[in-house]
Each structure stands twice: as C-alpha cells, then as structure tokens.
C-alpha cells in the first residue's frame, strides 16, 4: 500500500522558516510529478509548488521568492522549503504524487496533511 507522509510542520513567527517533507512509502517503481497544496479554514485548496520528474519547478506568485521545491528520488521524498513565513501562509500543507506501482500503474496520491501555523 503506498502512503505519502508530511513531516515538518509546526508553529514559527512571521519572519521564520520551515521545511515540510513528504516521505513515499511502499512498492513504488517510479515517481512522476511531485507537489504541494496547502488549504486555509473557509479557503479552496491551492496549489503552492510543483516539481516535474525532470526536475524543472513552478511556484505560486504568492510565495515565489520565499518558497522553493526540490525532490530526492533515491529517499522518495519530496521538500518544500519555506523562508520568510508570513501569516497569510498559515495552513494545512499536502504533498500529492504521481506514482507507479505494479499493482495500480500510474495514480495520483495525496499525504494526509501537516499544519503550518505563522503566528506572534
């Protein structure tokens, strides 16, 4: 069974950093894309960053500059680095996967979520 679980989370002061890892667990064969949604109380689910298996990046304008995506295939494990916390960037943070098992072939999966909170 494949799991994906974010790690990393946790309260920081404006002007802080954190950086959240999402760890694939299970019979994976290959990984595709990669990324991170976040979700805030009474807000639809944004995108925030996403990392190709070829390793080209995008990020959201609203962290561009403060927010970077990067990925470790050997670990399965992605990262999202997050510098200059402000607290509009508080909330719950997903990773999603796109990944190859033998049993399923290619599916999208999604971790079960971290909360970031950005707060004085």
């Known amino acids: 069974q494949v799991q994906l679980v974010e790690s990393g989370g946790g309260l920081v002061q404006p002007g802080g950093s954190l950086r959240l890892s999402c760890a694939a667990a299970g019979n994976i064969e290959s990984i595709d894309s990669m990324g991170w949604y976040r979700q805030a109380p009474g807000k639809e689910r944004e995108r925030v960053a996403g990392?190709?298996?070829?390793?080209?990046?995008n990020v959201a304008n609203s962290v561009k500059g403060r927010f970077a995506i990067s990925r470790d295939d050997n670990r399965k494990t992605l990262y999202l680095q997050m510098n200059n916390l402000k607290p509009e960037d508080t909330a719950a943070y997903y990773c999603?996967?796109?990944?190859?098992?033998?049993?399923?072939?290619?599916?999208?999966?999604w971790g079960q979520g971290t909360q970031v909170t950005v707060s004085s």
């Open positions: 990392i190709s298996s070829t390793g080209s990046t």
């Open positions: 999603t996967a796109v990944l190859w098992t033998a049993t399923s072939g290619w599916e999208n999966y």
